[in-house]
């Protein structure tokens, strides 16, 4: 059941949309696209590819699907989940051995296709045409890899936005929670910035208050950024990184900080188990965009821009 904020300043009153409603389209959420982007990201490189997956007790699982092939910036075919989209054909759908294309509840105008004329890594992206009604949402969606990653999952990927993150509240990427009542944890935007939004209570990371939305980024429009997130079940800790710095609003560890993941530890037994990756976009407040992805990555250590 679709939740959402409304971009009331930094007081999101919290709207449970009754799903025959949202899919009735408009629920007069404000979907002012915002003016020029502020902080600008900066360059990528020089990340380490290895991390100590803290708590990480499986192994990779099964072999690399999905297209591989391509001049690809990131070597990561031997990784559970590795996809540069190469191997798909243009204007049809991701390699289905990796994917499938999914809208869960309801479907309307948003879709996906391979790109040939947009590439982070050789010739192709996944291009993602985000409608503005909750309906209109839609994703590719993996349950095999990240089901053998286990209880520690880094993630990464390529998006590039063609227009800014407006204020109202949009997700471009979830993963289903089976501890959590298989509600989603889902990446997207609101106030302009990138933030995490738990489906199951509306929390956000960071809190909406001026000082949260200061200490996330906007994205500039038109530009790769590498997106690298750890989701770790053992410590209860969510970590992002952008272009290979980490974004001090978008992390939850064991300390409720005011702006930032106090509001996280709200609910107190958040011990994220995922069960499915799922990128696309959704939006509750009638925001629209066009955007792509390219060079997904799951793994059971940081996997890195490069
Ligand atoms: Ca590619």
């Not at 809208?103 to 391979?114: A, D, L, M, Q």
């Not at 291009?127 to 503005?132: A, D, I, L």
């Not at 410590?235 to 005011?258: E, F, K, N, R, Y």
């Amino acid at each position: 059941m679709p939740r959402c904020f409304r971009p009331i300043p930094y007081v999101a009153s919290i709207c449970v949309l009754l799903l025959a409603a949202a899919c009735g389209g408009d629920d007069g959420g404000t979907s002012s696209e915002g003016g020029g982007a502020g902080g600008s990201v900066g360059g990528s490189s020089g990340m380490p590819t290895t991390g100590s997956g803290a708590g990480a007790t499986t192994g990779t699982g099964a072999g690399g699907a999905g297209g591989g092939g391509g001049a690809a910036t990131s070597d990561c075919s031997d990784l559970p989940l590795c996809d540069g989209f190469e191997g798909a054909a243009p204007d049809g759908p991701p390699d289905t051995a990796t994917w499938s294309v999914v809208s869960p509840n309801c479907s309307g105008t948003g879709t996906v296709t391979i790109d040939g004329a947009q590439a982070h890594s050789g010739a192709r992206s996944l291009r993602v045409n985000g409608g503005g009604g909750y309906c209109d949402h839609v994703f590719i969606a993996s349950t095999s890899a990240i089901a053998a990653l286990g209880p520690a999952v880094y993630g990464r990927f390529f998006v590039r936005f063609e227009e800014a993150l407006g204020d109202s509240h949009v997700t471009f990427l979830t993963m289903k929670d089976a501890n959590d009542n298989d509600r989603d944890l889902r990446m997207g935007g609101q106030s302009k910035i990138l933030m995490w939004n738990r489906e199951s209570d509306d929390a956000t990371l960071p809190s909406l208050s001026p000082a949260g939305i200061a200490q996330s980024l906007m994205p500039t429009p038109d530009t790769w950024l590498c997106v690298e997130f750890f989701v770790d079940q053992p410590s209860a800790s969510l970590q992002t990184w952008v272009d290979g710095a980490a974004i001090a609003a978008l992390q939850v560890d064991d300390t409720p900080t005011p702006d930032v993941d106090q509001q996280w530890h709200n609910q107190p037994n958040w011990s994220p188990s995922l069960t499915d990756l799922k990128l696309g976009w959704e939006s509750y407040g009638g925001q629209t965009n066009t955007l792509w992805i390219d060079d997904v990555a799951l793994a059971n250590h940081r996997i890195g821009c490069n």
